[in-house]
């Protein structure tokens, strides 16, 4: 039961709306040529920059619930930690220690997993992102799944390898591939079994789509894993540099889907009596797949062409709401008492707003990893559907289309508390083109500017920041080149207020490690109530 929040003495906040701004992916760079926000003309978040009411924000490690410092955030766990006013342990964090204590392996799930291929001398599978970025998957967890598979004498295993080209090295695929064959053959020889790489493809052709965004890349990939279609190769690693060579410039995000055969036939396809587990521990990128496996008849998305009776299982549930999947092997965090709940609670009406791409984040991982609404007579969430193009090739995204529908909402007066979310420093960064990013950020610049006037002009407050960096580390330097950075930074997030009847009222805090966690409070506050006790302190004091 949410508690009832209390009013701040002398304090009702503003007559008008208080509107969250998110510039998902735009962080606190170096200030040189290696900073897109640094690079690009943004006047309007340079000024905010420099008043009295701003702030540096934590957006990555244990600030957002990763397992160390050296864990970037993302936008699952920034939104997570905005909506929730406290830090959660999250995907990574959660599996590790599972793995750790071992408990994902004494689950009844991981039990089912074996039981099933070694009842049916069948083959188990591993389908997910092949790299250690951290922010879906994590290469090791997979190394600790398959060797415990060789221990509790599982004979045959098929891994169906995404590359990854955006949380790390954009040209990086190799490594992790050959890597994993190296630990195939060394699992191989000591246990007599059969262990392969059986397919795979880039992240974002093969498999891993969201918020159905674009069912082809999900029937991509069910081509390739289950149904084992797509250009022959003799080993995943003959795979990836055969698309090099043809292809200099190619980011292994994009690599196309692959198949390994031998005599031409391909080594592992999923079938029946087969188990299959996703390694990814987000969800956005798996429920679609997660779907193909586990829908019925009703599935009507693309011709599945064959559907094998397997065991599917994801390394966490993807979604809690909707039961995808039925079968996981760690739980996800449980988080209640959002701002959301606490809003309805208090019959305060709110909207969320941004494209497909980020729509997730304000709507379901802002409320605590549940889909749908909280109290639909409180609550409007508004998706811009987004194209389907190469955000490199429309960098404007749909900021727009975003900043009109919001202003709509504003003006309409029914609305109390409102948040968006703008897409475009993160989904543009990931491609890596500095002139790209460069327009991305001066379109989300813009718009910032229409909207905090908007909100000027009912007497409202606008607050503004971001989910995690991106935008502002478009290169690193390595052995004295540059290398193009796709991944999300480690760097600070800005967070400001613009309070169109600030006269002095409160100040910014003094906290020892002030991250995105602390965001929820300071907007109770700034609607005029007092921060509940269980979340973390708020951002600003008042005198």
């Known amino acids: 039961m949410v508690q009832k929040l209390k009013k701040i003495k002398d304090f009702e906040g503003r007559n008008g709306p208080l509107l969250l701004i998110i510039m998902d992916g735009v962080g606190i760079g170096k200030k040189d040529e290696s900073d897109g926000v640094f690079m690009a003309n943004m006047p309007i978040l340079d000024g905010l920059m420099q008043s009295q009411l701003y702030l540096p924000l934590q957006a990555h490690g244990t600030a957002v619930g990763m397992p160390t410092d050296e864990d970037m955030g993302n936008s699952e766990v920034g939104h997570n930690a905005l909506g929730a006013g406290r830090v959660f342990p999250q995907g990574a964090a959660l599996v590790n220690k599972s793995i750790e204590s071992q408990n994902i392996f004494q689950s009844e799930t991981w039990g089912n997993l074996i039981s099933r291929v070694k009842e049916n001398n069948s083959t188990f599978h591993f389908l997910g992102l092949l790299s250690d970025g951290n922010v879906h998957s994590n290469i090791n967890h997979l190394y600790k799944l398959v060797r415990k598979c060789a221990e509790s004498g599982v004979q045959k295993v098929r891994i169906h390898a995404l590359t990854d080209g955006r949380d790390v090295y954009e040209r990086s695929a190799l490594t992790y591939i050959e890597g994993c064959e190296n630990l195939l053959k060394d699992l191989n020889s000591q246990y007599k079994v059969d262990y392969r790489i059986a397919s795979g493809g880039g992240r974002m052709i093969t498999t891993m789509d969201r918020y159905q965004a674009d069912w082809d890349v999900v029937k991509n990939g069910w081509n390739t894993h289950v149904l084992g279609k797509g250009r022959a190769f003799a080993s995943a690693s003959e795979a990836i540099q055969t698309y090099y060579d043809e292809d200099p410039e190619i980011n292994d995000q994009f690599l196309p889907p692959f198949?390994?055969?031998?005599?031409?036939?391909?080594v592992g396809p999923i079938e029946d009596g087969d188990s299959v587990v996703c390694i990814n521990f987000r969800g956005d990128r798996?429920?679609?797949?997660?779907?193909?496996?586990?829908?019925?008849?009703?599935?009507?998305?693309?011709?599945?062409?064959?559907?094998?009776?397997?065991l599917y299982a994801g390394m966490m549930q993807y979604d809690g709401d909707l039961h995808i999947p039925k079968n996981y092997l760690v739980n996800p965090p449980v988080i209640d008492n959002s701002v959301s709940e606490f809003l309805c609670n208090e019959k305060i009406k709110s909207f969320a707003?941004?494209?497909?791409?980020?729509?997730?984040?304000?709507?379901?991982?802002?409320?605590?990893?549940?889909?749908?609404?909280?109290?639909?007579?409180?609550?409007?969430?508004?998706?811009?559907?987004s194209?389907?193009?190469?955000?490199?090739?429309?960098?404007?995204?749909k900021a727009h289309e975003i900043t009109e529908k919001t202003m709509e909402l504003l003006?309409?007066?029914k609305y109390k508390f409102g948040r968006l979310n703008f897409p475009n420093g993160d989904m543009v960064a990931h491609a890596g083109v500095p002139q790209s990013i460069i327009q991305a950020l001066e379109t989300v610049d813009q718009c910032l500017g229409e909207l905090i006037d908007a909100v000027k002009s009912l007497n409202g407050i606008a607050v503004i920041t971001a989910d995690h960096g991106n935008a502002d580390e478009m290169f690193t330097m390595k052995k004295g080149e540059r290398v193009v950075s796709t991944a999300h930074s480690l760097n600070k997030v800005p967070f400001a207020i613009v309070d169109s009847g600030y006269k002095g009222e409160y100040t910014m805090a003094t906290l020892e490690r002030p991250g995105l966690s602390n965001i929820a409070s300071t907007l109770l506050n700034l609607l005029g109530y007092e921060r509940p006790e269980m979340y973390d302190p708020s951002l600003i004091n008042f005198k």
């Open 286 to 310: 798996v429920v679609e797949i997660s779907m193909a496996f586990e829908g019925g008849n009703d599935f009507n998305q693309f011709e599945r062409e064959r559907v094998p009776d397997v």
């Open 353 to 385: 707003i941004s494209e497909t791409q980020k729509f997730g984040h304000v709507t379901y991982f802002w409320n605590g990893n549940k889909s749908g609404y909280v109290c639909r007579d409180y609550e409007e969430f508004i998706e811009i559907p």
């Open 411 to 413: 003006r309409s007066g």
């Open 387 to 397: 194209d389907k193009i190469q955000f490199q090739k429309a960098p404007k995204m």
């Open 259 to 266: 198949v390994i055969t031998e005599e031409g036939k391909p």
